[in-house]
């Protein structure tokens, strides 16, 4: 299993950006597909964001489609969400994954094997 850190969440106003990053600490993430869920409150997690081991391609919930472009820098071992035109529905705890067998795609079918803390995202009105 890996280590995985998210950063990058906090409190912003309908319309801001936010950008969050997910770290490893351990094994390289540079094999892995990686991908980005949230949980709103009371809802289940849902699947945001997938990307495949070589950076393409990605997958992008319907929601979040045209706002949300998820990254990854194997040389920094590190996965990024960069979030634009954020609402109040995007509202939630923001988890990275990794998938649990290497050279995968990343897309929601995939089985993620590690999971990191989450870091909170709220949007204002």
Same mark, same amino acid.
């Given at each position: 299993q890996v280590q995985l850190v998210e950063s990058g969440g906090g409190l912003v106003q309908a319309g801001g950006s936010l950008r969050l990053s997910c770290a490893s600490s351990g094994r390289t993430l540079s094999s892995y597909a990686m991908?980005?869920?949230?949980?709103? /409150? &009371?809802?289940?997690?849902?699947?945001?964001?997938g990307i495949s081991w070589s950076g393409a391609p990605t997958y992008y919930a319907d929601s979040v489609k045209g706002r949300f472009t998820i990254s990854r820098?194997?040389?920094?071992?590190?996965?990024?969400?960069?979030?634009?035109?954020?609402? /109040? &529905?995007?509202?939630?705890?923001?988890?990275?994954?990794?998938?649990r067998l290497p050279y995968g795609l990343g897309n929601p079918r995939s089985q993620w094997g590690s999971w990191g803390q989450g870091t909170q995202v709220t949007v204002s009105s």
């Open positions: 991908a980005w869920f949230r949980q709103a /409150p &009371e809802k289940e997690r849902e699947f945001v964001a820098d194997n040389a920094k071992n590190t996965l990024y969400l960069q979030e634009t035109s954020l609402k /109040p &529905e995007d509202t939630g705890v923001y988890y990275c994954a990794a998938d």
